[in-house]
């Protein structure tokens, strides 16, 4: 008998999963190391990946703990917890103990859990980073799109917020808030945070606020939500992206003491499944988090390198005529290219999808199309991860530099070559 999962197997799998393809963050990573295998040029600005190397003491303290090899306990090594509670009372004036924090490999696997062990919507802005949707298709949460658009820097609003709670008030519900912002590389300022916060205490909303790129703040002032809401946000950090430290997989959750029974049914999964971060990797982050000198110094090279660089970009952009924020925080832009519209149709070019594949095709240049971050499918943004540099290089030539003086063309021509010549083969593209 010929079996039915033989000849379709995919019919037996999940139903939220069916159809679904992996992460498009990790995906164009996968086809930029093929066309470098097969010796293309390839210009890597689709995956967000730091280009910074972890900080030297935090390298060192990794080494000097490679040999702890036991479990650690599921909410995380207590001298992290304490070192993360520290590091948010330092940098936020936050009130936090050592028992909010938890740890995770990674903190896309702690709001994976999160979404499954919370039973609301997930609330999200338009654009928003590639797999917040997915994971609430996965555990089988109904999505809430709030609006955005280039005039408010892809940025939400209270009134968005308010309109949307309105309409069934005692609804539960989950928003994630994510500044500075993957995709769009702007950030709230107090003000806009302290109106979101007030929307969110009214309506008892559940607030995530995703505060991978704080550090990543290009002037270094980030603020946290969490001071306007302390009791209804839950911080999510990690090593990636200020630490560089991408494939480490370390991420933590801050929660306050009255979503505790949200941390404590996390726990519960964690403890099913993942059981508990990497033990060397926890020792190491411990030195992250209690920060000094020599990290604070790092930061600031690396926040100067950012900031010049998109500053730089977001200027060659805007003068090429494109629709573009100017960023504020992390290392993205999302342009919209809707004023090229007939050039772009006259190539056969209708979805973004279409755009960052033809722009792949015909420049080397990868990015990824507007569409996975939840953007019309017709319309013409992409997200720029502007990072396809050896930092490692960038930051010691940026020591040379006194710190008072700008990091002009020149630096930014010769230490982080492949993204200016990226978005120089981009705008001769368009312009073409
Ligand atoms: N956050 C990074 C990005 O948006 C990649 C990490 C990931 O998707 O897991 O490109």
């Known amino acids: 008998m010929v079996s039915?999962?033989?000849?379709?197997?995919?019919?037996n799998l999940n139903l939220n999963v069916r159809g679904m393809e992996q992460s498009a963050t990790l995906k164009i990573n996968e086809i930029c190391r093929q066309f470098l295998r097969e010796g293309k040029q390839v210009f890597r600005l689709g995956l967000g990946q730091s280009p910074f190397p972890v900080p030297t003491p935090v390298v060192e303290e990794l080494k000097a703990n490679a040999h702890q090899k036991d479990y650690l306990p599921v909410f995380g090594l207590p001298q992290l917890r304490e070192s993360i509670a520290n590091y948010f009372r330092r940098t936020q004036s936050l009130g936090c103990h050592p028992e909010d924090v938890i740890i995770g490999p990674g903190s896309k696997e702690l709001m994976f859990i999160l979404q499954l062990v919370y039973y609301g919507d997930l609330v999200i802005p338009n654009p928003s980073w590639v797999s917040?949707?997915?994971?609430?298709?996965?555990?089988?949460?109904?999505?809430?799109?709030?609006?955005?658009?280039?005039?408010?820097?892809?940025?939400?609003?209270?009134?968005?917020?308010?309109?949307?709670?309105?309409?069934?008030?005692?609804?539960?519900?989950?928003?994630?808030?994510?500044y500075p912002s993957n995709p769009a590389g702007t950030t709230y300022h107090v003000d806009e945070l302290k109106a979101i916060a007030r929307v969110a205490r009214h309506y008892r909303i559940v607030l995530l606020s995703d505060e991978i790129y704080g550090e990543l703040h290009h002037s270094g002032r980030h603020v946290s939500i969490a001071r306007f809401y302390p009791?209804?946000?839950?911080?999510?950090?990690?090593?990636?992206?200020?630490?560089?430290?991408?494939?480490?997989?370390?991420?933590c959750f801050v929660f306050p003491k009255s979503l505790y029974w949200l941390r404590d049914a996390m726990g519960v999964v964690a403890s099913e499944t993942f059981t508990?971060?990497?033990?060397?990797?926890?020792?190491?982050?411990?030195?992250?988090?209690?920060?000094?000198?020599?990290?604070?110094?790092?930061?600031?090279?690396a926040r100067r390198i950012l900031r010049s660089l998109g500053r730089y970009l977001y200027q060659k952009l805007k003068k090429a005529g494109v629709g573009i924020a100017e960023p504020r925080g992390a290392f993205y832009l999302f342009p919209d290219f809707e004023p090229f519209r007939e050039k772009l149709m006259k190539k056969g070019i209708l979805t973004s999808q279409q755009l960052a594949e033809r722009l792949l095709l015909e420049t080397g240049v990868a990015v990824l199309p507007g569409h996975v971050f939840g953007r019309p499918l017709e319309e013409f943004t992409v997200r720029i991860a502007y990072v396809d540099f050896d930092g490692a290089r960038a930051l010691s030539a940026a020591e040379q530099i006194p710190q008072n003086k700008h990091l002009n063309k020149d630096f930014l021509y010769y230490y982080c070559n492949n993204t200016v010549t990226a978005i120089d083969r981009l705008c001769d593209w368009l312009c073409g």
């Open 132 to 178: 917040y949707a997915p994971q609430a298709r996965i555990v089988g949460r109904q999505i809430s799109w709030l609006h955005t658009s280039l005039i408010t820097e892809w940025k939400i609003t209270p009134e968005e917020i308010e309109e949307l709670c309105q309409s069934d008030p005692e609804r539960p519900r989950l928003i994630i808030l994510n």
């Open 231 to 251: 009791e209804g946000t839950i911080i999510s950090s990690g090593l990636s992206k200020w630490c560089g430290a991408g494939g480490w997989r370390l991420g």
């Open 4 to 11: 039915i999962r033989k000849a379709a197997p995919h019919i």
């Open 276 to 301: 508990s971060t990497s033990a060397p990797i926890q020792y190491a982050a411990v030195r992250a988090f209690k920060g000094g000198l020599e990290i604070e110094h790092y930061l600031w090279q």
